[in-house]
C-alpha cells in the first residue's frame, strides 16, 4: 500500500517501539524482495565501505550482494568496536 520508498519507511516506523536504525535493518533486510523497500545505507556503512575501498554503486541497491555488503560492513563495525 506504500506509494513509494520514503512512504514505506514512514509506515514501518509508525510501530510502536521501531526507531529508525531498526527501520533501516528491516528494510535492508527486505530490500531484494520488496522493491520499495530502499533505505539509503547507514553513514557508518557508507564511511566503513570508503575505507575498505568498496564501491558500493559497484551492484544494484536490491541485489543480495549489496545487502550482504552492508550487513558485513555493519558486523565489521561491531566486532571491531569490541576490541577497542
Known amino acids: 500500500m506504500a506509494a513509494d520508498a520514503a512512504d514505506l519507511e514512514a509506515r514501518v516506523l509508525r510501530f510502536y517501539g521501531v526507531g529508525p536504525v531498526t527501520t533501516n535493518i528491516f528494510l535492508r533486510e527486505m530490500r531484494p524482495v520488496w522493491s520499495k523497500a530502499d533505505p539509503d545505507p547507514l553513514p557508518i556503512v557508507r564511511e566503513r565501505a570508503r575505507r575498505a575501498g568498496i564501491d558500493l554503486s559497484r551492484n544494484g541497491?536490491?541485489?543480495?550482494t549489496f545487502t550482504r555488503i552492508e550487513a558485513g560492513l555493519i558486523r565489521q563495525r561491531r566486532s571491531?568496536?569490541?576490541?577497542?
Open 61 to 64: 541497491r536490491h541485489t543480495l
Open 80 to 84: 571491531k568496536d569490541a576490541t577497542t
